[in-house]
């Protein structure tokens, strides 16, 4: 019995001197992923347009309101038959907007026309005020 | 006398007290792990097209790369168009927030630009082509 209090004032003892616990290895881990963490951190800042590729062709051509912006694969960027400079583009659409305020757009690329005329006209679209919506961009056929 | 007292509490703040730190670095700790978004690179550098209204997309973490000769390439492999679906749902599936950003070369054809949409509309993930202002 007095050995058992004896050995349980012991523990208690030991418990006081031990009551800080020493931090110094979680100190460690945790500035090791902080540093981990620090260094795969990867703040990706791209910029980018939306664009959308609608279901069918179809839909798109049947609508007979939407301003259809057709870049064939030779390079030359067309609006009802119209050739347009891809300078003038925005402009074009900015008319053809305030004409009929409604009026839907669609891009249709060909095969081989180039992205960056893709992304021209999208870039002209989006600055003539269609921004709210990706923009759809269909296969044209040519 | 005097000097003991001192002495002694001297000792006693000895340690120094680590907790407010400790509290900063778990701070940064957790900041750096909820903003690690793990952004799996596409592989190749392209060159941008040109776009004056680009914004920032900060979701569009996904990343499909189309280079001059109009090779796809996602998360540092060279992907067949039949095999882009499937890349891009199993990003989707790890990030489901992420988007789908087409690191397109100004180069490249449209119709390569076209089968990549038509694979992310098909995992339901929405598009941005990248551009710079």
Not at chain 1, 1 to 25: F, H, Y
Request: proline content about 4%.
């Amino acid at each position: 019995m007095t050995t058992r209090v004896e050995s349980l004032s012991d523990l208690l003892a030991q418990g006081e001197d031990e009551a800080e616990i020493d931090l110094t290895p979680m100190l460690d881990v945790v500035f090791i992923m902080l540093i981990f963490f620090i260094v795969t951190a990867s703040f990706l800042n791209e910029f980018g347009v939306e664009g959308t590729k609608p279901p069918s062709v179809q839909n798109v051509e049947s609508e007979s309101k939407s301003i259809a912006i057709k870049i064939w694969s030779t390079g030359e960027i067309t609006i009802d038959g119209l050739t347009i400079d891809p300078r003038a583009v925005s402009a074009q659409i900015t008319r053809r907007r305030a004409e009929n305020p409604d009026a839907g757009l669609a891009v249709l690329a060909g095969r081989r026309a180039k992205t960056a005329l893709v992304v021209g006209v999208i870039d002209s679209a989006r600055a003539a005020g269609f921004r709210s919506n990706p923009i759809p961009i269909s296969e044209l056929q040519e | 006398m005097r000097r003991s007292l001192a002495q002694s509490t001297a000792e006693e703040e000895e340690g120094i007290n680590l907790t407010p730190m400790l509290d900063v670095v778990f701070i940064m700790l957790i900041f750096f792990i909820v903003t690690a978004s793990f952004v799996k690179e596409a592989g190749i550098d392209v060159t941008r097209p040109e776009a004056a209204t680009a914004v920032p997309k900060k979701k569009a973490n996904i990343l499909v790369a189309i280079s001059a000769n109009n090779e796809i390439w996602i998360d540092n492999r060279k992907v067949t168009p039949q095999g882009i679906r499937a890349q891009i749902e199993r990003l989707h599936a790890e990030n489901p927030e992420g988007q789908v950003m087409i690191q397109a070369d100004k180069e490249s054809f449209s119709e390569t630009l076209m089968v990549v949409m038509g694979a992310a509309r098909e995992a339901k993930v929405s598009v941005s082509i990248a551009a710079v202002n």
